[in-house]
């Protein structure tokens, strides 16, 4: 319905569903906490950024995708490791 067509955070809308972003719910937790994921939230805050309002802005989608921390990669940042003497600091901002 109407009401219910706005995904939440760490999830985007694709075929009238919400999805997940990798990882969402798991262990590992989104995108391994070695990245962000470009859910709706982060749609919605690009297009007010713009100053697009309305439907422009409330029906903004994100690409669901995991955006990796170097020196990370794979579908949910699981491929990867800390160069030696360093160690994996979790939640860090993406660069």
Do not use: M, W
């Not at 219910?4 to 075929?15: F, G, K, L, V």
């Not at 470009?38 to 919605?44: H, S, Y």
């Amino acid at each position: 319905s109407s009401e219910c067509r706005i995904c939440s955070d760490y999830h985007t809308r694709q075929d009238a569903t919400c999805r997940s972003c990798p990882g969402f719910g798991s262990v590992s937790g989104t995108c391994t906490h070695r990245g962000i994921c470009d859910d709706d939230v982060d749609a919605r805050q690009r297009q007010a950024a713009k100053n697009i309002s309305g439907f422009g802005r409330a029906g903004a989608t994100g690409s669901g995708q995991c955006t990796c921390n170097a020196p990370f990669t794979g579908v949910a940042c699981e491929e990867g490791e800390c160069p030696p003497g360093q160690r994996l600091h979790r939640n860090a901002e993406v660069s």
